[in-house]
């Protein structure tokens, strides 16, 4: 009686934590997203399979995404804890709000005028020897797909604020709108839309996303705009802190780049295979990456003001526990690959040879999980105390390295090294990124 009475206290002592409830909410909110989202993926090898469209769609989103993570997010990232640490010092959180979506926006418009003004150089030399029809179907789609970086920009900053405020579960629903959006455009207006169903279902769903965001954020009352100020302290440091982040963010998002090059250089289908291969394990990494890394940055950023030394030791404990349940994720996935591939794509236009194909892509891909996952709250962790310098150097290994792999394996394996290499790089970054986190902690015991 004695135990089963500590095992009920242990579990309502533990739901009373809030850090501990925000992320089981993050993590069902992105159950649900994740899920819908699969269900988009269903829809679309349903109607595509690994067809040339499909292929040019990816290519065609795939800078959009490269400016939205490298330059909006680490701009959100760096705008988390030294927001905290205007709201628990200057106060003047008008000001800063003013000046961030100024950046936001600036950013944004920046670089959408370069993405669409260097398309043409872009393809010409990191896609080499496709025919007219196949260039002609990226442009098309990259304009219509192109307007969503500032959409997206306005959403990543706006969430920011409310994962400040304490709001994590419209801020995670909000990304439902585009698969819904797209679904509904594959469904109802798959013939109407032609060639264009997927960059326009995506452009709707990003311009929904951001209007619910800012209705959320405007019923909380968390959004207040003054007269921009470029040399407050926060803001100094916020400034001080970018050109790392993004550098950081910049290597590391140069790896997908990398990663398209080479699955470019293969059979058609091949860049649709590794985008179909990635799915289950981004599923995975989505429910307990985005729900553990969306409310620890802020989490860190309060404590690590406060006590960097406990913070150092929370941490440690986090990191123990999702080792642990990821790997047991891992082997699962892996035994269960070939199967799940089946069940969830297989009909149609994703034929059986399809299955084999992206059933072995996918296994490479699941063996990142746990240090994907446990690099993920790292960088939050290093984030919030504003240690972004070092990432630098880490992106930057993790950018040699996944050439170099990429070209071993991809002679010795074909497609499925490029899935491999991901790995490997993931798991080099993630000791990287510990032994460094331990170095820090000695300095503060």
Known sequence: MNSKFDLKSFISNLLKNSTVTNVITVGVTTLIVSGLGFFKEIVVANSFGLSELLDTFYIAILFPTFISGVFLDSFKSVFIPNYVSELKTGKNIGAFQSTSFIV?????????????????????????????QYYSLIKTQFYY???CILFWGLS???????????????SSIASIFTPISIIICLVFFKEALGSLVLALGTLFGSILNFLFLLIVAL????????????????????????????????????????????????IVGSIAALNYGIKIPAFAISIVGIAVGNVLLPYFSKNAIDNKEATFKKLKLILKYLIISSSIIVI???????????????????????????????????LQIP?????????????SI??????????????????????????VMGVYGLALATSLVSIVNSI???VYINKLNSSYV
């Open 104 to 132: 936001t926006i600036v950013i944004s418009l920046v670089f959408l005028l370069i993405a669409i003004l260097f398309t043409d150089t872009y393809l010409e030399t990191f896609f080499k020897g496709h025919t007219t």
């Open 145 to 147: 797909v192109a307007p």
């Open 156 to 170: 990543s900053l706006i969430s920011g604020l409310l994962n400040i405020d304490d709001e994590f579960k419209f």
């Open 219 to 266: 019923n909380r009352k968390i959004i207040t705009l003054q007269t921009p100020d470029f040399i407050s302290v926060n803001i100094k440091v916020l400034f001080k802190q970018i050109p790392a982040k993004v550098s950081s963010s910049l290597l590391s998002g140069i790896n997908p780049l990398i990663d398209q090059y080479f699955s470019a250089q293969l």
């Open 332 to 366: 699962i996935l892996v035994l269960l690959s070939s199967p799940i591939i089946w069940l969830v794509f297989e009909r149609n236009a994703f034929t059986s040879s399809d299955t084999v194909i992206v059933s072995k892509i996918q296994q490479m891909y699941i």
């Open 371 to 383: 240090s994907y996952i446990s690099g993920l709250v790292m960088v939050k962790f290093l984030t």
């Open 386 to 411: 504003n240690k972004n310098n070092f990432m630098v150097l880490t992106s930057l290994v993790s950018l040699i390295l996944n050439i170099v792999f990429n070209f071993i394996l991809i002679d």
């Open 432 to 434: 990287i990124l510990y």
